[in-house]
């Protein structure tokens, strides 16, 4: 951003901005990049350190392991999924996806493991997990033989 969209300005100095969100009873806060216009105060938060932060949340979530509607539903939207997406993803009809996310049925658990390893990955800056399901997908033709290469060094 050049100039403040409030006053015009063009002078901004950097700050963070504290955020909260609840999700499923539990309230995660953090503090977030932002700009503060130097003239008339305006504060402008800084859209990937935004993305950062509900990351930081999913991965919470995930790592807990509590499993339901709301706590999926939170997982889907800091990936940036639409319930049809996500429901291509992983081979699932999106009015499942909406039955899941309002409790109208339990939320898969293996469903909700992948979603989750999903927003890990995502954090982690990895699309791992996501090239799977996209090759599981449409699967390419493969290879019939495959050499690899194995590290000499044994497993810790
Ligand atoms: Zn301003």
């Not at 100095?13 to 969100?21: A, G, L």
């Not at 999926?72 to 940036?80: D, E, K, M, S, T």
């Amino acid at each position: 951003m050049k100039r403040c969209v409030a006053c015009n300005g063009e002078a901004f100095v950097e700050t963070t901005e504290p955020d909260e969100v609840t999700v499923a009873g539990r309230t995660f806060t953090g503090d977030v990049l932002a700009k503060r216009c130097a003239t008339c105060g305006e504060v402008y938060v800084d859209a990937p350190a935004l993305a950062r932060f509900e990351l930081a949340v999913a991965t919470s979530i995930a790592d807990a392991g509590d499993v339901n509607g709301e706590t999926f539903h939170y997982l889907r939207h800091a990936l940036g999924f639409t319930g049809a997406a996500l429901g291509e993803l992983l081979a699932v009809p999106p009015e499942t996806i909406s039955r899941w996310e309002t409790g109208q049925q339990s939320v898969d658990r293996m469903a909700w493991a992948t979603v989750a390893t999903l927003a890990t990955e995502r954090a982690e800056g990895s699309t791992r997990t996501f090239a799977r399901l996209r090759a599981m997908q449409s699967p390419p033709k493969l290879a019939n033989s495959v050499r690899l290469e194995v590290s000499p060094v044994g497993l810790r």
